[in-house]
């Protein structure tokens, strides 16, 4: 079965609607499929309605917004109850934050002689509240400030460059338990991303599963090769299960399209064992 677990809509900051992302997953032969828009469910009724029109299995997901020892971590939920209201209010602060952000982000742009960019960038944000370091990134490029998305996360809006700014986001207790809270199931995403110390990794696995984490995403559009069974050896060794998705966010951006990624190892329990 092909299966699709982590990919973006318009909702936060993908380029497709979330009937579109269903669509071409679909198009692309996924079978069990997940929208995760960041710290937003919104999208989730819209792309219920379409992937249950196409065929496909669908999971309620998000990826909540993660501040742990320093640095941002996503925190996806999978299988959650979109009414949860501890669920809901907790992401909605988190939105609050990224509205905040936002502005102070232009501001330093500015400062940099980049003027009007949170006003270019909002037009790549069907949801204002959402508006991201990825909105802002399509302005600079759209606009020939730089080449390539890479390039401005590189010289303006990466972790420590002059027009990022730091943000506490939730608490790794808060993310898993708003979680766990709604019914869901709480996988580590993409964690080949993370700039952490061999021992901030084992903290941060073994405080997800104290917290009641139980899988990990190993592998993932985000991932390399090497990383793939990096971390499948992680999930066997914290006993976690194994998640999988491309983390769509436009047909132009990312290593993989919808349902493009290879198959878990055989010998990894799947987070959706009995979801299909």
């Not at 102070?104 to 959402?130: H, K, Q, W």
Request: with cysteine; proline share 5%; charged share 20%.
């Amino acid at each position: 079965m092909k299966v699709d677990l982590h990919c973006h809509s318009t909702i936060s900051d993908g380029v497709l609607s979330p009937a579109q992302v269903a669509a071409r997953a679909h198009a692309n032969g996924v079978e069990l499929w997940a929208l995760t828009d960041h710290d937003e469910l919104s999208g989730l009724a819209e792309a219920r309605r379409s992937a249950q029109a196409l065929g496909m299995s669908f999971i309620t997901g998000v990826e909540i917004s993660v501040t742990f020892a320093g640095h941002t971590v996503h925190i996806l939920g999978l299988g959650v109850d979109e009414g949860d209201t501890a669920l809901r209010a907790g992401l909605d602060g988190i939105r609050q934050g990224r509205a905040v952000r936002a502005r102070e982000m232009a501001d330093r742009l500015t400062a940099l002689g980049i003027p009007g960019s949170y006003e270019g960038a909002l037009p790549y944000a069907a949801n204002p509240s959402l508006i991201s370091r990825t909105h802002f990134a399509r302005f600079l490029v759209d606009s020939g400030h730089c080449k390539t998305m890479q390039a401005v996360f590189d010289n303006y809006l990466g972790d420590g460059k002059p027009a990022n700014v730091p943000v506490h986001w939730s608490t790794l207790e808060q993310a898993v338990g708003w979680i766990v809270g709604a019914g869901g199931r709480a996988a580590i995403a993409h964690p080949g991303r993370y700039d952490y110390t061999p021992l901030q990794f084992d903290a941060l696995f073994d405080r997800f599963k104290e917290l009641g984490g139980t899988a990990i995403e190993v592998v993932t559009g985000s991932h390399t090769p090497d990383q793939y069974a990096e971390y499948a050896g992680v999930a066997r060794r914290y006993g976690f299960l194994a998640s999988c998705g491309s983390d769509f966010h436009s047909p132009k951006e990312g290593k993989l399209d919808l349902g493009q990624i290879p198959a878990l190892p055989a010998d990894l329990k799947p987070i959706w064992h009995d979801w299909a």
